[in-house]
């Protein structure tokens, strides 16, 4: 039994899929026009792999850039895959959507912000100081300390009776 519909994890979820979506049709088509991308992800993330040596330089997030230097990239349904030039040496990435922190095609002036990752990311920085006996996988319908500040009022979108 749940007690709230945590909408940040759904909203997440919708936002991932997008991605995966533009990633598929880049995957498919190349890259077309000016589109690029900048995706940030939690490199500590369950699943991500990355080289020791990019782990080490960049411990907590690391943005890559989808653009000249990508090779292979293959999307799948919980992750992505690709290969990537760093300092002119080329590295196998692999990527689970959840770890995703932000999105963005700066040709075109858009972005995404994925919460639920960060949000993940912060708790298991504050529990790793802390041991711990179980991990304990969220609820993606539990409660978000958050979730008042997401309150969006209908009442300026409601039509009067009178109006009918």
């Known amino acids: 039994m749940i007690n709230e519909i945590n909408y940040s994890l759904i909203i997440d ?5 997008a991605v995966k979506k533009v990633l598929k049709l880049t995957q498919e088509n190349g890259l077309v026009g000016n589109h690029h991308f900048f995706i940030s992800f939690i490199t ?3 699943g991500v792999q990355l080289s020791e040596r990019i782990k080490n330089k960049y411990p907590d997030e690391i943005t890559i850039v989808i653009q ?3 090779e292979e990239l293959k999307v799948e349904e919980d992750h992505f895959s690709l290969k990537l ?5 080329k590295e ?8 995703l922190t932000a ?3 700066p040709s075109v002036k858009f972005g995404l912000q ?5 949000n993940l990311f912060k708790a298991a920085k504050e529990q790793s100081a802390k041991p711990q006996k179980v991990n ?4 993606p319908i539990a409660a978000d300390d958050n979730s008042s500040s997401n309150v969006i009022s209908l009442t300026n979108f409601r039509k009067d009776k009178k109006d009918k």
Do not use: E, G, K, T
């Open 85 to 89: 030039s760093f300092n002119n040496i």
């Open 44 to 46: 500590s993330y369950p």
């Open 68 to 70: 000249h230097q990508y």
């Open 103 to 105: 999105f963005a095609d």
């Open 13 to 17: 979820d919708a936002l991932h899929y």
């Open 114 to 118: 994925f919460r639920h990752a960060d």
């Open 136 to 139: 304990q996988v969220p609820n």
């Open 92 to 99: 196998n990435v692999v990527v689970p959507f959840a770890a």
